[in-house]
């Protein structure tokens, strides 16, 4: 049996992020409680008090306010047996007051719940009511602690002839304090129950969310997301279900062309917004679906994948293609030169074979005439191309796309006027257009009734014109925009490569030139390819 060794375990808050959550949700509500209940006691106290100071002032009033007080006042000397004392107990009785005291204009009591206490100076300053002012005031006497208002008593002549004193006994108004405390925390402990219930449910959704995970690891997730996302080679873009970018790391911005410092400034700006309109948002946004689709942005070939979230977005990855695409073209070019090399091997063997029996045979002069043509016929296209197309790269381009043409069976030649000076100003990227042009018009015109490649290339002022035209069957009017778009393509792909970027490549460099790729019919049927590209020569 193995037991497991023994950890202490540190006070303090627990290591948790729910646990840390539901604890200072429930300190938050205990301290909004506390605070709130404080709050209510302070301003109930005080308002306690102004009602019975007021209750006081009421009643004193009214006891004033009986002409027979003042007039039993003036008639009758400070007894316990006269009028004003039997008025002041009714009024006493009647309002419940703690007492009501008559006091002439010496201050001398003439009514008061202790008949002993008759005819005696009161305890407390009544200079004010005497003086005509309503008072009201808590203040310590001879019966205790008790609420006041005095009035002054006015007799029916008007003149000030004492005042009515009326107190109520503190106590009561601290006992309805008292005992208003155990509903308020009863309503407190209610709320602070209701309040920690919602914690914890909302502890308990937090806890799904986080997968109980603590802080630091949320923190050291993010921190390991962060420098991951911002050090692979890989472009990752993040949408949410609405297509608003979530995140772009470094590689992302830099394979679409986006703002890189800093990336983050595209957070919540929807995708259609961030990207022009095109193949590359409809694979990102998952208008277009697949795994590995080929997309061209700027002058990247791009693979990308997406793959939906659970909250209803999606995470998209992109790789660059563009070396590798130039490489799987490359090899193309060399296998086919490869081929025309086989093939010429064997046609320059049959050839060989041919002069040397006309050799044997004695026949001199046809092996003359025989050698003389099959020279002639090669310097006659290198010569045709040279004179019409001056620069190197081009020339040497059509004349072992010629040779290539020639072993498939396919005559390329030039148009008769088609003409290019020396003077280009990007003669990779026509090699790049021509080439693939070609290629393709080979691909139609093989197989055709009469096979056939023509090339038109001319300058027109500063701009280049160029036209390939073939014998093949032709592009449907309603699909010669489709075939310029990535992916498409009716060739089965080869081993090392996808198919479906050679027309889409051509477009995107005419169209970074300013110029335009557009495809049509052939007069005798066929298509024809037409690329433009303005201030193409120097």
Do not use: C
Request: aromatic letters at 2%.
């Amino acid at each position: 049996m193995r037991f497991l060794p023994l950890r202490t375990r540190r006070l303090g808050l627990p290591r948790r992020a729910v646990s840390q959550i539901l604890l200072t949700q429930l300190a938050i509500a205990a301290g909004v409680l506390v605070l709130a209940t404080g709050l209510f006691l302070a301003p109930l106290s005080h308002q306690l008090d102004d009602q019975a100071m007021r209750r006081a002032l009421a009643i004193a009033q009214s006891a004033a306010a009986d002409p027979s007080l003042a007039a039993d006042l003036l008639r009758s000397g400070p007894t316990a047996d006269g009028p004003v004392q039997a008025d002041a107990e009714r009024i006493r009785s009647a309002t419940g007051a703690e007492y009501v005291v008559v006091l002439d204009l010496k201050g001398i009591r003439r009514s008061h719940p202790s008949p002993d206490r008759i005819g005696l100076p009161v305890s407390t300053d009544p200079s004010d009511a005497l003086a005509g002012h309503e008072v009201m005031e808590i203040d310590q006497g001879t019966l205790g602690r008790s609420a006041r208002g005095k009035v002054p008593l006015v007799a029916a002549d008007g003149e000030i002839v004492g005042a009515v004193s009326v107190g109520i006994a503190y106590d009561s108004v601290r006992d309805r304090l008292l005992g208003a405390i155990p509903g308020l925390f009863a309503y407190a402990g209610g709320a602070l129950a209701a309040g920690a219930l919602a914690a914890y449910l909302l502890s308990r959704r937090i806890q799904r969310q986080t997968r109980d995970l603590a802080f630091s690891d949320i923190a050291g997730l993010l921190a390991e997301r962060e420098a991951m996302l911002h050090s692979i080679r890989e472009g990752v873009i993040a949408l949410d279900r609405d297509d608003r970018v979530r995140l772009v790391n470094d590689e992302a911005a830099r394979l679409l062309g986006l703002p890189q410092d800093p990336p983050d400034t595209l957070a919540g700006r929807p995708l259609d917004e961030v990207l022009a309109p095109g193949r590359t948002s409809d694979v990102l946004a998952g208008r277009v679906t697949g795994r590995d689709l080929l997309t061209v942005q700027g002058p990247r070939v791009l693979v990308a994948n997406r793959m939906p979230t659970a909250d209803g977005g999606a995470v998209a990855t992109l790789r660059d293609r563009t070396e590798l695409e130039h490489l799987s073209r490359e090899l193309d070019s060399t296998k086919g030169l490869i081929d025309a090399l086989r093939a010429q091997d064997h046609e320059h063997a049959n050839r060989l074979h041919t002069l040397l029996g006309l050799l044997e045979l004695g026949l001199h002069e046809e092996a003359v005439a025989f050698v003389t043509e099959v020279v002639g016929v090669h310097r006659t296209t290198a010569e045709q191309v040279t004179e019409k197309v001056h620069d190197p790269l081009l020339a040497a381009l059509l004349v072992g796309k010629a040779t290539v043409a020639a072993e498939r069976g396919v005559p390329l030649r030039l148009a008769p006027d088609a003409f290019l000076p020396d003077r280009l100003t990007d003669p990779g990227g026509l090699v790049t257009i021509l080439g693939n042009l070609v290629d393709n018009a080979l691909d139609a015109a093989a197989g055709s009734a009469a096979p056939l490649v023509e090339v038109d290339i001319r300058a027109e002022g500063r701009s280049v014109v160029l036209r390939v035209r073939d014998s093949g069957p032709g592009i449907p009017a309603g699909r010669r925009e489709e075939i310029f778009t990535e992916g498409w393509s009716t060739k089965r792909p080869a081993a090392h490569r996808e198919r479906g970027l050679g027309l889409a490549l051509v477009r995107r460099l005419a169209e970074r030139q300013g110029g335009s790729a557009r495809a049509g019919g052939a007069e005798d049927g066929g298509a024809e390819f037409s690329v433009v590209l303005p201030e193409a020569l120097r």
